[in-house]
């Protein structure tokens, strides 16, 4: 776990909020005579924590199967969530949509929100605070600022030379992934010949560790320095979810 983790939101404050948020908005909505009904949450694809694909894939099993991919199982289930349509009703009515979003400024005389209901429930229990800007912000320079350092250059190398004994030329381990080649739905053999070979790469450099590492360092030399930001977020952030939590109990 990266040290900036303790000041960003976890998944469960996330269903928090978000359950809270569509509490209010529903509210808000039945008060200007529309029945809402909110779009499910789509599954998750892909990394299942901060770090889990941060530094590149590291499942060698999946890789033979998917490449660079999520497990099908996983796209399955998200693709099949948009097909049964991952969105709320009142996508397709303008009068509804007005009152959600705001463009509309009121309705039969009762003034609209500022940002219509959604902008209502996002004031009302902070939603911003979620977004926990300030720790994002610290957390992506550390990541970009750790591949200067020497340790992880050094480490870099050592995957490159390894990839190019196997015939492939990339300076960065997140260059392989990021091959545009790899991009459509489809797994190629060589999608899947080079994912695991970029693997193997990596068990034998240990890059991942040492990038890891080199962040983490960086990251808790970050916090240092924005300590007192970073406490008034979180603060914000605690109290935003105590406040969603006592709603979504309430309506239970």
């Not at 529309?34 to 530094?55: E, N, S």
Request: hydrophobic share 35%; glycine share 8%.
């Amino acid at each position: 776990m990266l040290p900036i983790q303790a000041y960003l939101p976890t998944d469960e404050e996330q269903q928090q909020l978000s359950q809270a948020k569509k509490l209010l908005v529903g509210d808000c909505m039945k008060g200007f005579g529309f029945d809402w009904v909110p779009a499910p949450d789509l599954p998750k694809v892909g990394p299942k924590t901060l770090t889990d694909w941060r530094y590149g894939i590291h499942d060698m099993n999946l890789s033979r199967e998917r490449g660079y991919k999520p497990a099908a199982t996983e796209m399955a289930a998200y693709d099949a969530a948009l097909k049964e349509g991952a969105q709320d009703r009142s996508s397709s009515d303008k009068a509804e949509i007005g009152v959600l979003n705001g463009t509309s400024k009121d309705v039969d005389g009762r003034k609209v929100p500022k940002g219509g209901c959604i902008g209502a429930a996002n004031r009302k229990i902070n939603t911003a605070a979620a977004e926990a800007r300030t720790a994002i912000d610290l957390g992506n320079g550390a990541f970009i600022k750790a591949k200067q350092d020497p340790a992880v250059v050094k480490a870099f190398a050592a995957w490159s030379g390894c990839m190019k004994k196997s015939g492939y030329d990339y300076k960065e381990p997140l260059d392989a992934s990021d091959n545009p080649k790899f991009g459509s739905e489809d797994v190629t053999a060589e999608e899947v010949s080079t994912a695991t070979t970029d693997i193997t790469c990596r068990d034998r450099t240990d890059v991942a560790r040492i990038w890891f590492k080199a962040e983490a360092a960086l990251q808790k030399q970050a916090i240092e320095q924005h300590a007192e930001q970073l406490q008034t977020d979180r603060r914000a952030l605690d109290t935003a979810v105590k406040k969603a939590s006592k709603l979504v109990s309430a309506a239970k």
